[in-house]
């Protein structure tokens, strides 16, 4: 079955202590993406990736890294974590970019940072 | 900095009713217009999408209207159905462009 899996889909966690999101992809999409959805303010963009070893920020990238060493993977990093991250993330991929292509979304994580 | 506005927050129907969901945008350079349908628990997924070079695109109950000259756009949801029950994202790009730019959602209820 042709889907994005992320794990873990919830997350409770203290502020100050590193974690990842894993985000992976079956379908060998090029283009894949990190949002936050937080109520009011909608879908908002944290970070992309074009490909492998290709990525860019969004509109809310502070606090956070990604990497893309493999196509399928592309997780989320959050070094050091603060409560302002307390949100529902959702990893998302298309063919290509998502001006083009359908975006695929992957079932969220919600994270609480105490 | 580039913006879609989405409204209203939240809506409620009653089953048969027509919904409707209004966006606008700032930016003439926007060529692609979709929206997405998430169900409580779910991801996001694409419901139906227009390109400016039509007014007016249905699918089944769904139907996208487009006003280029006010730079807005809508989605009508026909016969609304309990079934129908999310929240709905419009979004707006330009061909070129690696990111989506995404409203603020509409928390759809249609009541029985």
């Known amino acids: 079955e042709a889907q994005v899996t992320q794990n873990p889909r919830y997350l409770i966690t203290v502020t100050g202590k590193k974690l990842t999101v894993t985000c992976s992809q079956n379908m060998n999409h090029e283009y894949m993406s990190w949002y936050r959805q937080d109520p009011g303010l909608g879908l908002r963009q944290i970070y992309y990736?074009?490909?492998?070893?290709?990525?860019d920020k969004g509109d809310v990238p502070e606090g956070y890294k990604v990497s893309r060493k493999e196509k399928r993977n592309f997780p989320l990093i959050l070094e050091s974590p603060s409560p302002n991250q307390t949100s529902l993330y959702f990893c998302?991929?298309?063919?290509?970019?998502?001006?083009?292509?359908?975006?695929?979304f992957g079932p969220g994580t919600r994270l609480t940072v105490l | 900095q580039q913006q879609v506005k989405q409204s209203p927050q939240s809506l409620i129907v009653q089953k048969g009713g027509i919904s409707i969901i209004n966006c606008a945008y700032e930016n003439t350079a926007f060529d692609y217009f979709p929206w997405y349908q998430q169900f409580p628990g779910k991801g996001p997924a694409l419901l139906i999408a227009i390109r400016p070079d039509v007014s007016e695109k249905k699918e089944g109950r769904f139907t996208i209207s487009f006003n280029k000259s006010a730079k807005q756009f809508s989605l009508h949801i026909m016969d609304s159905q309990p079934g129908d029950s999310a929240t709905y994202f419009c979004a707006a790009s330009t061909m070129s462009a690696r990111q989506l730019t995404f409203g603020s959602g509409t928390q759809l209820t249609v009541l029985p």
């Open positions: 998302a991929s298309s063919v290509e970019r998502p001006s083009t292509d359908t975006q695929y």
């Open positions: 990736s074009m490909n492998v070893e290709v990525t």
